[in-house]
């Protein structure tokens, strides 16, 4: 089973910019759907975008125009860069297939976006 280890996060000030990376474990060529989720205190887990193999693109409304997701299949790696943060952005930051696999879970990276 394929693990993705999240990093990139930190404190930004609003209108700040972060990039986070997803470093799989084994091969996300044969992974149709990667995606970046989010799950902020007291919410649920939700899917703020993704991308097929082909590059295609989908974003969460709260999200696009802001955020751009990629892959790179010969690192085994998924970006997700962050511009003209706010405070709601502010969670805990995941990588996984879309749909999830539940065994694949990483431990995620916190994105705090205050002043």
């Known amino acids: 089973q394929v693990q993705f280890v999240e990093s990139g996060g930190g404190l930004v000030q609003p209108g700040g910019s972060l990039r986070l990376s997803c470093a799989a474990s084994?091969?996300?060529?044969?992974?149709?759907?990667m995606g970046w989720y989010r799950q902020a205190p007291g919410n649920q887990r939700e899917l703020v975008a993704s991308?097929?193999?082909?590059?295609?693109?989908n974003y969460a409304d709260s999200v696009k125009g802001r955020f751009t997701i990629s892959r790179d299949n010969n690192k085994n790696t998924v970006y997700l860069q962050m511009n003209s943060l706010t405070p709601e952005d502010t969670a805990v930051y995941y990588c996984?297939?879309?749909?999830?696999?539940?065994?694949?879970w990483g431990q995620g990276t916190q994105v705090t976006v205050s002043s």
């Open positions: 996984n297939a879309v749909p999830d696999r539940r065994d694949s």
């Open positions: 084994g091969n996300i060529f044969n992974i149709y759907i």
């Open positions: 991308i097929r193999t082909g590059r295609f693109t």
